[in-house]
């Protein structure tokens, strides 16, 4: 672990893991004034830049602890932060008046590749990704430089709120600076005018940003407190640690990513467990997996409970279909079986609606007859309804009518039955 002090000296310390006290492996020597960076070089990990407020810039060997290279007025002003290219082999380093310079850290090669100033305030944070350079700066404006055609590609418009922190998520769709005012600036890859989202929640400025995976992110703030949080959907998911009320003014994950080191103003570096993470993820896995078996126990269930009832309400119907035809067959007195078909049954329905109409007719032709002779008794005795002989056939009509009345149809025996 590099560390870089106020009174200009760089320290190395051995991390002994979980429980252990960290030992001082190097003091790297000092620079004239406070050492505001410290950085690895990430490909061997066998040289520490330094960079300081004296605005000078240094690389020294880890083995022996001597400087290799070294450029004493690298700026103009005091340099405030450092990131690497690997693809290009290049070191890059932001100064307190906006300037970006890049750097071939090889012994002999003291001037720099490539100068950029498009800021007008300090350079507060760079990142480096899929060859393009950000930069965050205290003039409230994002740049993002070409690295490889060594331009300017865009620059943001006034956020009005100073960026101080950045990193990059969603597989490189998704670049995140943290603000002043605490608010987290979601930039669309490609979309720099402008962020395209505003993750609001932390109440205090987010001067560190460290990536946990493509989907979350851990801030430190000024109000001392580290917090895991989910961008898009934006969500604060909890607080990893604390330094009390002490700002939170850089984070770093080890190289194995399971310890953070993060420092604040009391002085105090502090290291976090990351694998706590991994168990909170694990049993939400284990949850979600759960979850998905009780659903699918639930859909099984219910097709076979439904299979269950479909069954059982098909057996009924055709038990209750099957005693209503045996009801109707006997009813109807007929030889024939209540199973001789729907096109039987449908003729002898239409025999009896014909017949009953029939019965109708005769009846009401009896009762009028019957009125009439009624309102011909109190009158004269010549205006009778006729002669016995006449009437006989229609009282044997109505015995013949009664007769019939008396059989009743298929349907009214089964309602009977019923």
């Known amino acids: 672990m590099a560390l870089g002090l106020v009174d200009g000296r760089a320290l190395l310390y051995l991390y002994q893991g979980k429980g252990e006290t960290c030992t001082l492996h190097t003091d790297l020597g000092a620079h004239k004034e406070a050492c505001r960076a410290v950085l690895f070089e990430p490909t061997t990990g066998a040289r520490v830049y330094t960079a300081s407020s004296d605005k000078s810039i240094r690389a020294i060997d880890v083995a022996t602890g001597k400087v290799g290279w070294e450029v004493t007025d690298a700026h103009d002003e005091a340099v405030n932060c450092l990131t690497f290219w690997e693809e290009g082999g290049l070191l890059v380093s932001g100064d307190d008046i906006g300037g970006v310079k890049l750097w071939d850290c090889r012994e002999g090669r003291k001037k720099a590749v490539a100068s950029i100033q498009k800021h007008e305030d300090f350079i507060a944070d760079l990142l480096v990704h899929d060859g393009m350079l950000f930069g965050a700066s205290g003039d409230n404006t994002l740049s993002t430089y070409d690295l490889k055609q060594r331009k300017l590609v865009a620059r943001t418009m006034d956020q009005e709120d100073e960026l101080l922190s950045l990193s990059v998520l969603k597989h490189g ?40 995976d493509e989907e979350t992110l851990l801030t430190g703030s000024s109000d001392g407190l580290i917090r895991l949080c989910s961008v898009l959907p934006n969500k604060l998911l909890g607080v990893l640690g604390s330094h009390e009320d002490f700002p939170v003014e850089r984070m770093k994950m080890g190289w194995d990513r399971r310890v953070l080191a993060s420092i604040a103003h009391d002085s105090v570096v502090r290291f976090w467990d990351m694998s706590i993470l991994e168990d909170d993820n694990e049993e939400e896995e284990e949850e979600e997996e759960g979850e998905e078996e009780e659903e699918e126990e639930e859909e099984v269930s219910e097709v076979k409970s439904g299979g269950r009832k479909k069954g059982a309400a098909a057996v009924a119907a055709a038990m209750a279909k099957k005693e209503k035809e045996e009801k109707e067959g006997g009813a109807g007195g007929s030889s024939s079986s209540s199973s001789s078909g729907s096109d039987d049954e449908d003729e002898e329905e239409d025999e009896e609606d014909k017949e009953e109409g029939e019965e109708g007719e005769e009846d009401k032709e009896e009762d009028e007859g019957e009125e009439w002779g009624d309102d011909d008794a109190g009158g004269d005795s010549d205006r009778s309804s006729g002669s016995e002989e006449e009437q006989e056939p229609k009282r044997k009509g109505g015995q013949q009518q009664g007769n019939k009345k008396l059989r009743m149809t298929p349907a009214e025996s089964f309602f009977k039955d019923l």
């Open 173 to 212: 769709k998704k670049v995140v600076a943290g603000t002043q005012s605490g608010v987290l600036l979601v930039y669309s890859w490609g979309e720099w005018l402008n962020c395209t989202d505003r993750f609001v929640g932390h109440p205090e400025t987010v001067e560190a940003l460290v990536k946990v």
